[in-house]
């Protein structure tokens, strides 16, 4: 059952290894020659922005393996950390007052005898409402994306308390078949888009040497990219969002 399963996630797989290999080539893109005080190029804005990037490409391996070996619901909680770490990329990558921020806040929460996990100067929904209205995408796209990723971590517990009570066998096996494409699919989408908005937003804003040929590569992988997670895009969402979505 995975082999069928694995056959129809073949264009997501080859997505999820084209993001990756983008992502591995942003922190060595060149940076053009310019004042070093500019805020474009502080060394903790890159810093944060490719530790954020490099931890949500770690989830996004992860998100494949739990995906097609059946372990959606798991997956969806991935998905949602992929969302939450994307955005805080793009943010970062796009605001450089929002990684001094971010910065001032991991140094505060770090001095404590215990770490503080909530320690982001601002609710995700904030870095939603900021990206949406910087790329002139749909108002509250990205909440409602997050919205389905997260409700993946719960429903199936209602499901199976249900099942119990109707009589029904529960299992601790994943469920690998392929009557479940449709939500698979769909964590691997949306963590794509927002993936590929990350790493726009880093290919945009940063003071990078434009007429560098490495450079240029990236920008048309990224293009390449685009077109590729788009086309999905367009077919999963607005099959779960309704039309007029993207």
């Not at 998905?79 to 007052?97: G, L, N, T, W």
């Not at 949406?132 to 909440?143: D, F, H, P, Q, Y």
């Not at 992988?221 to 086309?231: F, H, R, S, Y």
Request: glycine share 4%.
């Amino acid at each position: 059952m995975r082999k069928s399963v694995h056959s129809e996630l073949q264009t997501f797989d080859h997505i999820s290894a084209q993001l990756a290999e983008i992502a591995y080539h942003a922190p060595r893109l060149p940076i053009r020659s310019s004042d070093p005080s500019s805020p474009s190029t502080s060394p903790f804005q890159k810093n944060l922005t490719f530790l954020f990037l490099g931890r949500t490409i770690n989830q996004l391996r992860s998100l494949w393996l739990l995906t097609i070996n059946g372990y959606t619901t798991e997956a969806g909680a991935i998905c949602a950390s992929i969302i939450e770490h994307a955005a805080v990329v793009a943010e970062i990558a796009r605001d450089p007052k929002k990684a001094e921020q971010l910065d001032k806040a991991i140094t505060a929460a770090h001095s404590k005898d215990e770490f503080d996990v909530k320690f982001l100067p601002w609710k995700y929904k904030e870095l939603f409402d900021d990206i949406e209205t910087a790329r002139g995408l749909n108002e509250k796209l990205i909440s409602k994306l997050y919205s389905y990723a997260c409700k993946k971590k719960h429903p199936s517990t209602i499901d199976e308390l249900m099942t119990s009570r109707s009589g029904g066998d529960l299992t601790a096996f994943p469920d690998g078949s392929t009557e479940d494409l449709s939500n698979k699919k769909f964590v691997l989408c949306v963590a794509h888009y927002l993936i590929l908005i990350a790493l726009e937003a880093i290919s945009t804003h940063f003071n990078w040497d434009e007429g560098d040929e490495y450079f240029q590569q990236y920008v048309q992988a990224t293009k390449v990219a685009q077109g590729a997670v788009n086309a999905e895009m367009q077919k999963l969402v607005i099959e779960r969002l309704g039309p007029g979505t993207l």
